[in-house]
């Protein structure tokens, strides 16, 4: 039965045609109780990924169901299919629209695309946006995943609801309660919210300007003894979480050569690696730090990509690139929560791609880096008008946001919450990202994305008075 495995992602015409012999040779309550065809992909032997899966994600099976809609949806239009639990477009009332696009011609969603567009597509994506992104990712990064077999951790890339829900499933699939994992806090609220039902042991590793200090994450890594890591001690951290560029809250970038000694330390003490990088596209200098997922040697590390700071926030659409055989496991989850990522979304973001090519997505990339830049810059102008002398920062090298630290107030919870609502001005307290949110913190985080330069100087007058009454 093994010819019966197949990757639709990558199946050919004829391993399509005939995995369909296969199907239809079997009687239907035989194909839909039969888990054999839908195993997606074998762990393999090099990495042992069985080891970071929960036992609820090794439990996780394709849904026949979902299977069929996506073969249906591969199929020569001669098919004739009465498989599908597909609802007509015909009955739906949209017809067809035209988006006017800043820098293109409008993308035209005709009345044909407009019904593919309303109906339910594949779990891991629409195929045109999956093999633009995966194209995308090889020539960004050129990871030397691209290459390897798919048991090997090949590199795999599947469409999200938005880098959170990419995030959250990884989550869901590596952590088991009493785990340990090392993230970097202050970070990402979202992340932790996540992180925190779980019952990890979250472990805090130091960090400053340049992101993680690979030394104090050597210190941190040495409680484990060469013994623990022969055995694959059940201890050992699972994953170190990361926001390399323009960190959500500090703005943080680490640096190559902090992401080479990290990349090592994860190979010796065996964990993976997640890469949450939804800033990298506003990075600010270039050439832009190689990425984690450029230097995976081991199919160790899951990058989530987002389309929220660059194309729209609302669409809700990012993407998880990994090894495949742990992507898949994600796969699994969508195939059973949102079932996919809005076929509408990734339409109108696929034809926009299709219609600028890379090329024209950089350039695009450049325009949102410009912006953001000199955003930043007349943060900068204001801060250094305001609060010299009141409070300390650095300028962040990537993102949206400047991490303010204030002198003299050990926890800026109530300044915020209580006095600058009255001066009509709002930051986000430090605490909110911390691992541990009850502890005090003495920072604000100031982000320059939506204000204009009039406003930050406001913001930061008043930001000013408040900290000297205090
Ligand atoms: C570090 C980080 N990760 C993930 C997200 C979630 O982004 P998305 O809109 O792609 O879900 C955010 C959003 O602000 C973020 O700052």
């Not at 590199?155 to 590596?174: A, I, P």
């Not at 596209?281 to 989530?304: N, Y």
């Not at 801060?383 to 630290?405: H, N, R, T, V």
Request: hydrophobic fraction near 40%; charge should be neutral.
């Amino acid at each position: 039965m093994d010819e019966l495995m197949i990757d639709l992602q990558k199946a050919t015409a004829m391993e399509m045609a005939n995995w369909r012999l296969h199907l239809w040779q079997m009687s239907i309550p035989e194909a839909l109780s039969s888990q054999r065809y839908v195993q997606l992909s074998a762990f393999p032997t090099d990495m042992n990924y069985s080891r970071f899966i929960t036992t609820v994600s090794a439990a996780r099976k394709g849904s026949p169901i979902r299977l069929l809609t996506e073969l249906m949806q591969r199929s020569p239009p001669s098919l004739i299919s009465l498989a599908g639990g597909a609802p007509n477009p015909n009955v739906f009332p949209f017809k067809k629209a035209t988006v006017a696009i800043g820098h293109g011609n409008a993308v035209e969603i005709g009345e044909d695309l407009m019904k593919r567009a309303l109906q339910y597509s594949a779990s891991a994506g629409i195929p045109e946006l999956l093999s633009w992104l995966k194209n995308f990712q090889r020539n960004l990064h050129n990871p030397p995943t691209a290459n390897y077999s798919p048991e090997r951790g090949q590199m795999e890339v599947c469409v999200t609801t938005g880098s959170q829900e990419g995030l959250c499933k990884v989550f869901e699939m590596l952590i088991n309660p009493g785990d340990n994992i090392l993230l970097d806090a202050p970070t990402y609220a979202g992340t932790l919210a996540a992180l925190r039902p779980l019952g990890c042991n979250i472990i805090n590793v130091p960090s400053d300007q340049h992101g993680i200090i690979p030394n104090a994450l050597k210190e941190i890594l040495s409680a484990w003894s060469p013994e623990d890591i022969k055995s694959h001690s059940h201890s050992l951290p699972k994953f170190l979480y990361t926001i390399p560029n323009g960190c959500n809250p500090t703005g943080n970038s680490l640096t190559a050569e902090r992401k080479k000694e990290i990349y090592q330390l994860a190979r010796k003490y065996d964990f993976l690696i997640i890469e949450d990088d939804p800033y990298y596209f506003l990075q600010f200098e270039k050439p832009w730090a190689p990425t984690f997922l450029s230097m995976d040697l081991d199919g160790r590390v899951i990058r989530t990509d987002s389309f929220s700071k660059i194309l729209s926030s609302g669409l809700r659409i990012g993407f998880l690139t990994g090894p495949k055989p742990l992507i898949d496991r994600v796969i699994l989850h969508i195939q059973v929560s949102t079932m996919h990522t809005s076929t509408f979304t990734q339409i109108m973001i696929s034809q926009l791609l299709q219609q600028w090519g890379e090329k024209g997505f950089l350039e695009h990339i450049d325009r949102v880096v410009e912006f953001y830049k000199t955003q930043r810059d007349a943060m900068l102008v204001a801060a250094d008008k305001w609060l010299k002398g009141l409070a300390e920062w650095y300028p962040p090298a990537a993102g949206m946001f400047l991490w303010i630290k204030i002198k003299g107030v050990s926890d800026t919870e109530q300044l915020i919450m209580e006095k600058a609502l009255q001066k009509e001005v709002l930051l986000v307290p430090g605490r909110a990202f911390n691992i541990n949110s009850s502890e005090p913190s003495s920072y604000v985080r100031a982000s320059f994305s939506l204000s204009s330069p009039a406003q930050m100087d406001l913001a930061f007058r008043r930001l000013a008075d408040l900290i000297k009454e205090a």
